[in-house]
């Protein structure tokens, strides 16, 4: 079994910065793909940040320029550095580990972008 933690999300004015972490526990294989996904209100979720065990990163669109992804040396922990955020970018964000044909999901943190 595998266990995430979010952490991070809030309220923040447009054009401000947040940085979200995804805390990962248990049974971690070497081998995973770590991900950012969120979801707006009425919308279905979305892919926001990918992330593999080797470091490659892949990003939606919407958020290139503005978002980063990262893990740190261990590669259970997984950030999600936001910068320029817009009121579209509202949402909730879950944490997702995929590995040997399994995904784990955290319970999700909100971040708002509102003046």
């Known amino acids: 079994q595998v266990q995430l933690v979010e952490s991070g999300g809030g309220l923040v004015q447009p054009g401000g910065s947040l940085r979200l972490s995804c805390a990962a526990s248990g049974s971690i294989f070497r081998i995973n793909v770590m991900g950012w996904y969120r979801r707006a209100p009425g919308k279905e979720r979305e892919l926001v940040a990918t992330?593999?065990?080797?470091?490659?990163?892949n990003y939606a669109d919407s958020v290139k320029g503005r978002f980063t992804i990262s893990r740190d040396n261990a590669g259970n922990t997984a950030y999600l550095q936001m910068n320029s955020l817009k009121p579209e970018d509202t949402a909730v964000y879950y944490c997702k580990i995929d590995q040997m044909g399994t995904a784990y999901w955290g319970q999700g943190t909100q971040v708002t972008v509102s003046s």
């Open positions: 992330i593999t065990s080797f470091g490659k990163t």
